[in-house]
Nanobody, 115 residues
Framework: QVQLVESGGGLVQAGGSLRLSCAAS????????MAWFRQAPGKERELVAK???????NYADSVKGRFTISRDNAKNTVYLQMNSLKPEDTAVYYC?????????WGQGTQVTVSS
């Protein structure tokens, strides 16, 4: 069973930056996908960015050019660098892990961007 531990959320002013981290532990296949989702109040959970173990990356259109996802395979950790934050980025951010054995969600970390 894979476990995910997230860190790095907080309160920031518009235009500021935050970096989220998500460390995975447990048994995992080398071929996997790690991703960040977010869920704002009253809205559905949405994909922010994902990165495959081979390095392929996808972003939501709303964060392209502002957010950067990366991973350290040696540490089984995925990062989300968030720059030029906007109030509409306010949400609970969830880390997600998938491999052929299944998928796991992190506990979520709150990101609040004040105007």
């Amino acid at each position: 069973q894979v476990q995910l531990v997230e860190s790095g959320g907080g309160l920031v002013q518009a235009g500021g930056s935050l970096r989220l981290s998500c460390a995975a532990s447990g048994r995992m296949l080398s071929t996997n996908v790690m991703a960040w989702f977010r869920q704002a109040p009253g809205k559905e959970r949405e994909l922010v960015a994902k990165i495959l173990s081979g390095g392929t990356i996808n972003y939501a259109d709303s964060v392209k050019g502002r957010f950067t996802i990366s991973r350290d395979n040696a540490k089984n950790t995925v990062y989300l660098q968030m720059n030029s934050l906007k109030p509409e980025d306010t949400a609970v951010y969830y880390c997600h892990f998938w491999d052929l054995r299944g998928n796991v969600w992190g506990q979520g970390t709150q990101v609040t961007v004040s105007s």
